[in-house]
């Protein structure tokens, strides 16, 4: 999958420096200069939620969010979800465990959505692009629409 990533971002990097070569520079120059402000913060963020997981173990998650848990379960994981910051190809490994240690699917949903959605930690990072409105009102849609989720998921698993 990362071959073909790479693939089609060299061919749309050859295509806009056959289009206009000096736009092309710009940007890349102007991308580079982005990630070097970013990465600092970015590995900060990574330090940070490999600390909280390494507090936060899988077992206790499991027993937070059990079933049985009910609202308070549910509002325990959107709490966790928000406050972490964890990659997709990590998220679903992780939920596939916890269903297996009997947290449930609509827990499960409000958890990892908020999880993806909600940037609590991120936060500080997200307001310096987007400015302080814009990161809150996204935040708490992002945090609504997980409850509405996972009640969907409730619902019909």
Known sequence: ??????IAVALVVIISAIADRSKT??????????LRSFLPKLLLL??????????????????????GSGLQGVLIAAGIGSVTFIPVPIAFPMAEMLLEDGVGYSVL??????????????FPVEREYFGTYATVLRNLLSFAGALLVGTIMGVLL
Request: hydrophobic share 60%; proline share 0%; no cysteine.
């Open 109 to 122: 949903a409000v958890f990892i959505t908020t999880m993806l959605m909600v940037g609590i930690v991120s």
């Open 1 to 6: 999958m990362d071959t073909y990533i790479l």
């Open 46 to 67: 990574v330090v940070l939620v490999s600390i909280f997981l390494g507090v936060i173990s899988k077992g206790t998650l499991a027993h937070l969010l059990g079933q």
């Open 25 to 34: 520079w710009t940007g890349a120059k102007r991308g580079l200069a982005m």
